[in-house]
Structures are given as structure tokens and as C-alpha cells.
């Protein structure tokens, strides 16, 4: 390995200039031999730094990177291998970091980083100075620390520097989004913030580095800029594979890599450790793999996550998944990280960019809300991006634990443990080609055996998820004829009627959360006013668990049998509360308490300044019959 050691006597502003679309990617461009490093260094006087480093001549995507600091109080960098050190500095004093740059032949360049801040962090600044690819989605949001519940006044948003934005978008006024430049070079961009706090004028800046990255190919999987992601261990073995076959604009669907190359853990590993998981985790921060692990190492008591995880190639987690999906065509699962952060920081490298598909079914005169309880609370809680509250792994638990048992559902749905040994196509595609064609799926068994009846929730479902335009008819549907239409089928949730897969997901999750955390699901038909909170809609009909409703029970006990043959399939069937019915007439928060619900101590009780976690539309999305989503 050579190494160039390179003193930094003068510091040089990263050069902010754009340009048009660029082409196919070149081949990656060495370190020369003489390189030039250059740093750029944000404005520390508030103490919100961003240091910005770059090699003449080599564009970031052929460069790893590894920030690490020497002295100084502790900072969390919100991605230290990433071309930019961002990071909140708790004093006003010097800090000093050791920066190392390797190139794909194993060239290094090392060099000390020292910046001084003039003042702490202050109360109200932009959170979210990032990296993102060019043409990627952007948003930053003004934060506000600890419990400041007072909305900001007069807020201002402005481009100071870089190639131009065209659709900076601030309908929350203390979030802005937009569309990054397309650039032919990496480029800075600073944005500003000005605000009223409490009568007081504050401001702040931030910057995004927009990054080269290579077009997409012919019939790419991916064929829209992506967040640059890593393997989580540097060291694993499949960290070549991973960084190819689950999340690159270079891979064709005509393409996929090949089992050979990348195969589902369970192959390799029919009774994974958590270490041998971790290797095959794909991130865009560091810290969501560190989180990832964390779950799986304390809370995966019973090994449920570990055995599923099976079924899959990767794990990737990166900022900009919404909503969480898995995918057959790269065997991965693909999580989107608002749903493992334990801290502010952490919280704030995540993109906010509003979903668009949460608009489906607006045209319709009823809801059919959710929500996970535990006894009469709620189980999860909605924590509001501009209060910078720490939440712990208990808390975050209920929603990460249903998501996985959601998404890995899909996963052994195609393929579950009896088939890892005897696939023999060269890609996973072709091997769910070739069960699919036979009906072989268990969502296929499930559909055969045990198929949903009502084609009226069938033909809704693609009004509420696939965003389908509503007939008059549907238009015309009132509570009630919701309730008689869902009620009496055999399906848990309107989802359910979506695709087979989905109707299998659903089933499951809901049976694992009672089974493992004794927390039940809700589902009711309520009306739909123009504004809806949880005490203004209307119940018409609703059940508490209805995964044990008598004529459900059947489906369920054919999806645990043969999607997890580990679980006793009757013994967590019998242990099946029975349903408990909601009052009609009466509003969403109030069926909340319900007679015969009991409380149980696992999960712990939220901080009482949160709103309770909502859900209207947790799946949301159009996809292929092989690729298949929620939010």
C-alpha cells in the first residue's frame, strides 16, 4: 500500500460550479501521484461544522474515505466515511481529526484536520448538512432543541452559493426539500435560514455536496439517483458483492447478480449469528448498521429476525428508502432508517421528503385507521422531527419489530428454509419465476386454499394503494357499507386486499406482535372529514386483535406452519386473545380504552409531550407482483 502524507498548510475553498447531465461512468481515476488534497471548512461560529474534503482531479466515487477525531471533546460525525464531516461541536474550542483517503488501488492520503469553534451549538440552526448524488431529493429542516414546542416565526429559506435550484419547496416552513442540481463535477451548494424566535432574529447556514455519480444502465433496477451506501463491515466477505448487486444504478435488470455470487444467508448460514448478519448489511451511515446491530444483539430474544434474515441476500438501510420494501430481484430488504434512530443527530442525517402516494384514496368517504396498543396505551409513539429528543432501543422496538416481520414475511414467502437447498436456477429471479409459475409461494397456497371474498375491498385497495382513480360508485361508499364489506370476509386488514403477498404479511405480523410482545393491532371503517385527527373520526365499526377472529384463524395457522416450521403454529394460535370490539358512535381516541384490554410491562411509556404513532396508510405503493413495499 503507498501512502502519501500531505502537511495542509493552506486551505482551499472547494470549487461551486455546475453544468449539464453526465455520461456513462469512466473507469475509476487513481490518486496521481502528487495529489492535491483540499478541504473546505463551514463556518464554525455556531459550532454546526461541515468540513468538506476533495482530491484534484478524482471525483469522490473513486475515493473511500475515513474521518477520525484525535482530540477534542467527543462529536458524533454523522458519516465519517463519507467525503464530509458533519457534526454539532457541544464547546466552543479546538478539534482535531485525522483524515484518510484510499483510492480502488489501495492508495492512501493522511492528513490532520483541526477546526475551532467560537461558540457552542446553537438553539435554532439547520440540521442536515449532507452528501447527496446529483439529481437526488434533498431536505433539511431548522431545528429547534430540546422540548422548544414554540413554532418558529417568519422563517426564510435561500440559495447563497452553487449551480441553481429550481424547486425549493417549504410548505412546512421549517423543512425545506428540493431537487438537487444535476453537476458533471462534485459541488457544494450553501443554503440559509433566517427566522423569528420568540422575537429574536436567529439564521444558520448549511451545504449539501452534490456528487458525480455514474448514469444509470440500460434497463437499470435502480434508475434514479441513489445515496451512496457501503457494506457495513469493510471486512466481510461479500462486501465486493454487496457494494454491485443490491443498491447501484449499474445494476440491469436484464443482469442481476447471481446466487453463486451473492446467496441468501441462510445458504450460507442456516442459523446465522448476528455477526454473520451483519455481514451483509448495506448503509448509508454508519450508525444505522450500529443501531441494526444493536437490535438484533439485545432485543431479538427469540431469535425470530436472525432465522427470517435467512431469506434474504442484504440488508440495506439507507437514508433515502421510503418506504421499506423487499425485492426479489436483489434478494434484499431495503429499510428505511426512521425506524432505528436513537439520537437527535442521528435522526436528522434521514430524509424527510414527503411520500407522494399519501394523498391515495383522498377522494373516498372513509378511513380505516390503525394502530398497535399495549393494554390501553399506545405502543408507539410519533416523535416530531423538530423536538430533538433521544429515544431508546425499548422505544423504537414496536415499530422495527413489526416492519421486520412484515418485510422478511415477503422474504420467506419466496423462499422459505425447505427451498434453500434445493434452488437451482443461476439468479434469485429465475428461482421465483419458476415457483410462481407452479404456484408454489405459500401467498399462493393461502390465495388457493383460503382466498379473500369481497371484490369490493379488492377493487378499493386499488384506489388506497396503487392510487388508482375512483369510480363514482366508490366515491359514492359510506362507512357503513365499508363495515359490511370488511367485517364479515376473513382478511385483518385492508391491505390484505392488495396482492396474496400482502394478504400473508399482514397476517403474520399482526400474529408475531401478539405472540412476542403481547401488543395487538386495531383496525376500524371510520368516516372521512376534511381534517382528521384521532378524536374527530367517527367509529362505524372496529375490533382490537382481530388476527383472532374465528374465521381468520384457519389462514393464519396455514401461513405460520409453512412460513416459520421453528414456531409452534397451535400453541401461539390458542394463546390468541379473542377480538374485542369498539363502541360505534363513538371517536378513534376514545375506543382507545377498551374494557377488556390488560396492560402488560415490556414496552415502556413514551414521554407524555409526544402524540401517539397514527396509521392511516402503512402501505403505500404501486410495485411489480415481485417486488413489494410498505411504508
Known amino acids: ?10 486551505l482551499t475553498l472547494l470549487a461551486a460550479c ?3 447531465g453526465g455520461g456513462s461512468s469512466p473507469d475509476p481515476t487513481p490518486l496521481p501521484p502528487s495529489s492535491q488534497l483540499r478541504l473546505n471548512l463551514s463556518p464554525a461560529v455556531d459550532g454546526s461544522v461541515a468540513l468538506v474534503a476533495t482530491v484534484d482531479g478524482v471525483p469522490s466515487r473513486d475515493l473511500s474515505f475515513q474521518w477520525s477525531q484525535v482530540s477534542g471533546p467527543a462529536v458524533n460525525i454523522a458519516n465519517p466515511r463519507s467525503p464530509m464531516a458533519a457534526f454539532e461541536a457541544p464547546q466552543a474550542t479546538l478539534y482535531e481529526f485525522q483524515l484518510t483517503i484510499t483510492d480502488t488501488q489501495g492508495n492512501v492520503i493522511q492528513a490532520p ?9 446553537a438553539a435554532t440552526r439547520i440540521r442536515g448538512d449532507q452528501v447527496v448524488p446529483s439529481g437526488g431529493r434533498v431536505s433539511m429542516r431548522l431545528g429547534r432543541s430540546g422540548d422548544r414546542n414554540q413554532p418558529l416565526q417568519n422563517i426564510s429559506w435561500q440559495q447563497e452559493s452553487g449551480p441553481g435550484i429550481s424547486d425549493m419547496d417549504n410548505s412546512d416552513p421549517e423543512l425545506l426539500t428540493f431537487t438537487a442540481p444535476v453537476v458533471t463535477q462534485d459541488t457544494l451548494i450553501r443554503i440559509s435560514a433566517s427566522a423569528s424566535d420568540n422575537g429574536q432574529n436567529v439564521g444558520d447556514n448549511a451545504y449539501v455536496l452534490v456528487t458525480t455519480e455514474p448514469s444509470p444502465v440500460s434497463g437499470a433496477l435502480f434508475d434514479s439517483p441513489l445515496t451512496r451506501v457501503i457494506a457495513w463491515n469493510s471486512d466481510s466477505p461479500w462486501a465486493d458483492a454487496l457494494g454491485r448487486c443490491v443498491y447501484s444504478t449499474q445494476l440491469a435488470s436484464s443482469a442481476p447478480c447471481s446466487i453463486e455470487t451473492l446467496p441468501l444467508l441462510g445458504q450460507s448460514h442456516p442459523n446465522p449469528t448476528v455477526d454473520q448478519v451483519m455481514e451483509r448489511v448495506v448503509v448509508s451511515h454508519p450508525w444505522m448498521g450500529d443501531a441494526f446491530k444493536s437490535f438484533l444483539e439485545l432485543r431479538d ?3 425470530d429476525f436472525r432465522r427470517l434474515l435467512g431469506a434474504v441476500t442484504a440488508v440495506v ?3 433515502d428508502v421510503r418506504p421499506s420494501f423487499y425485492w426479489v430481484a436483489t434478494g434484499a430488504i431495503y429499510l428505511d432508517p426512521s425506524d432505528l434512530w436513537q439520537s437527535p443527530w442521528q435522526m436528522a442525517t434521514i430524509n424527510e421528503d414527503p411520500d407522494f402516494r399519501s394523498g391515495f384514496g383522498s377522494d373516498l368517504s372513509f378511513l380505516l385507521p390503525w394502530r398497535y396498543v399495549k393494554g390501553n396505551s399506545y405502543a408507539s409513539v410519533y416523535y416530531p422531527p423538530y ?13 422495527l419489530a413489526s416492519l421486520l416481520y412484515h418485510e422478511l414475511a415477503h422474504a420467506n414467502d419466496f423462499f422459505p428454509s425447505t427451498t434453500w437447498d434445493s434452488i437451482n436456477t443461476s439468479t434469485l429471479l429465475q428461482a421465483f419465476y419458476q415457483r410462481s409459475e407452479q404456484n408454489a409461494l405459500i401467498s399462493d397456497h393461502l390465495t388457493r386454499d383460503l382466498p379473500l371474498q369481497s371484490s369490493e375491498m379488492k377493487a378499493l385497495a386499488d384506489v388506497q394503494f396503487r392510487g388508482s382513480k375512483a369510480t363514482t360508485l366508490q366515491k359514492s361508499y359510506q362507512p357503513d357499507d365499508i363495515t359490511a364489506f370488511f367485517s364479515g370476509d376473513r382478511a385483518n386488514d385492508d391491505y390484505s386486499y392488495s396482492t396474496s403477498r400482502e394478504d400473508l404479511a399482514m397476517l403474520f405480523e399482526e400474529a408475531m406482535m401478539m405472540h412476542r410482545y403481547e401488543i395487538r393491532r386495531d383496525v376500524a371503517v371510520t368516516d372521512l372529514p376534511e381534517q382528521v385527527t384521532a378524536s374527530n373520526i367517527t367509529v362505524d365499526w372496529g375490533q382490537r386483535g382481530r388476527i383472532g377472529e374465528t374465521a381468520i384463524l384457519p389462514r393464519l395457522d396455514l401461513v405460520l406452519t409453512e412460513l416459520m416450521p421453528s414456531l409452534n403454529a397451535n400453541e401461539l394460535i390458542s394463546g390468541l386473545p379473542s377480538p374485542t370490539q369498539m363502541r360505534s358512535g363513538e371517536s378513534w381516541a376514545q375506543n382507545l380504552t377498551l374494557e377488556d384490554a390488560t396492560s402488560a410491562p415490556r414496552v415502556q411509556a413514551m414521554p407524555s409531550l409526544l402524540s401517539p404513532k397514527e396509521g392511516r396508510h402503512r402501505h403505500l405503493g404501486k410495485a411489480p407482483d415481485w417486488k413489494v413495499e410498505n411504508n
Open 301 to 303: 430474544t427469540h431469535g
Open 18 to 20: 455546475g453544468g449539464g
Open 387 to 399: 423536538l430533538e429528543i433521544s429515544r431508546s432501543l425499548g422505544a423504537l422496538e414496536p415499530d
Open 317 to 319: 438501510i439507507s437514508s
Open 1 to 10: 500500500m503507498k501512502t502519501h502524507w500531505i502537511a495542509l498548510t493552506a
Open 113 to 121: 484536520v483541526d477546526i475551532s469553534t467560537t461558540e457552542s451549538v
